[in-house]
């Protein structure tokens, strides 16, 4: 008996798919879909990794604004101790705790030159080592003017410090976490100040000056488990070194090929861009933006927020407060608070809003402090008024 052959053609002459059902191309997209999964898991994991090596490095060079913050919030809860120690008078203590920002400027001004010379790492050490010596110095002093030079060299340090965290953070941090990690840096100054107050209530100004030194010691031995700034490596031209930097930054397991070349090709923008003198930044197309950036950072400063901070003891004895310490380690704690919140808040809500609140909000408390600063002797014969004048000094 002879075998019937099948036609699976149709009319068109093509080939028919079978009715019953193909199991290998079910399969075979059973095993694609397993192949997406695996490559999800592992990308997952790779930006986990990514993200832990981000928040080591962040950690560590957020030491430098710790130590910021403790040289701001130092003269506080030391300021009774220190002048009947060295019997100081009014004028050479508020001179010996505004005058870092004099070595604030210095350090700022030459900060830019360092970190393009010796790199992010080497800039951060170099700032260190004045801000060791100078709390030393100050540590040891037994003259106004011994205090003086170690004020001065521990503002040259913060100076450079507080240009530099910045810049590594944002070269270093995966594009997903730069905008949180960013507010590390602000976070880490408040907490500074925040230890400083609460350390400063239990040891003496010598004893606090010593732990001021400990946040740069630890920076500089955390400074060499650390890479360095991939993309100041690219454009020093150290490709070698650039890449295995940005391999340490994302982890072993991620595919860098595409951030490499980003970057590279940023630098190599960069490099064929003819230098911008300053004199060119009068130009009209940069005004507004350059009034608005230095704007905003001179107008923070003449807020008034490192004389509070530096003297917020005398501030709320003033204001009528039964114990300075707890309304000096209240301040703190709401500034950290509130530090926190903003960086949480900055990736939902944005720059330019949380800018606009914390302006609305600054221009507002120092109203309402220069008011009652000028109207609380007219009112003082009202015990109830003066009182809330003298609560409104320290908002």
Not at 256 to 284: T, Y
Not at 285 to 299: D, E, N
């Amino acid at each position: 008996m002879e075998a019937h052959a099948v036609d699976l053609r149709n009319n068109n002459n093509e080939i028919q798919e079978p009715l019953l059902p193909d199991h290998h191309h079910h399969h075979h997209r059973r095993r694609r879909g397993a192949s997406r999964s695996r490559k999800s898991r592992s990308s997952r994991r790779a930006f986990s990794q990514s993200t832990n090596i981000a928040l080591i490095c962040t950690a560590v060079v957020c030491l430098g604004p710790i130590q910021y913050g403790f040289c701001n919030g130092y003269t506080s809860p030391i300021q009774a101790s220190l002048t009947e120690d060295l019997a100081l008078t009014v004028s050479q203590f508020s001179f010996f705790g505004s005058i870092s920002n004099i070595g604030g400027m210095a350090g700022a001004c030459l900060s830019g030159l360092v970190a393009d010379i010796l790199g992010r790492k080497g800039a951060l050490i170099a700032a260190a080592v004045p801000n060791i010596c100078g709390w030393v110095i100050v540590a040891l002093a037994e003259a106004v003017y011994t205090l003086y030079i170690g004020r001065i060299l521990i503002g040259f340090g913060v100076g450079m410090i507080s240009f530099i965290v910045p810049i590594y953070i944002g070269e270093t941090a995966p594009m997903q976490l730069r905008g949180t990690l960013g507010t590390a840096n602000q976070f880490s100054v408040t907490f500074g100040i925040l230890l400083a107050y609460l350390i400063g209530m239990a040891v003496s100004w010598r004893s606090l000056a010593v732990v001021g030194a400990m946040p740069c010691v630890l920076l500089i031995f955390g400074l060499f488990f650390i890479p360095e700034s991939p993309r100041w490596l690219a454009k020093s031209g150290r490709t070698v070194q650039f890449k295995a930097a940005l391999k340490a930054l994302r982890g072993e397991k991620t595919d860098i090929v595409v951030e490499a070349e980003d970057i590279q090709e940023s630098v190599a923008n960069d490099n064929r861009q003819a230098q911008v003198k300053l004199i060119d930044l009068l130009q009209r197309q940069y005004m507004k933006p350059l009034t608005i950036s230095v704007g905003l950072l001179s107008l923070q400063q003449l807020g008034g927020i490192n004389a509070l901070v530096f003297y917020s003891g005398t501030i709320f004895t003033s204001a009528g407060f039964p114990s300075s310490d707890i309304g000096s380690l209240a301040l703190a704690i709401l500034q950290v608070a509130m530090t926190g919140i903003s960086g949480a808040l900055v990736e939902k809500a944005g720059r330019r809003l949380l800018l606009m609140l914390s302006a609305a909000g600054t221009t507002v408390t120092c109203f309402l402090v220069g008011l009652s600063y000028y109207i609380k002797d007219c009112l003082s014969v009202c015990p109830i008024v003066d009182r809330l004048i003298r609560t409104s000094q320290v908002c």
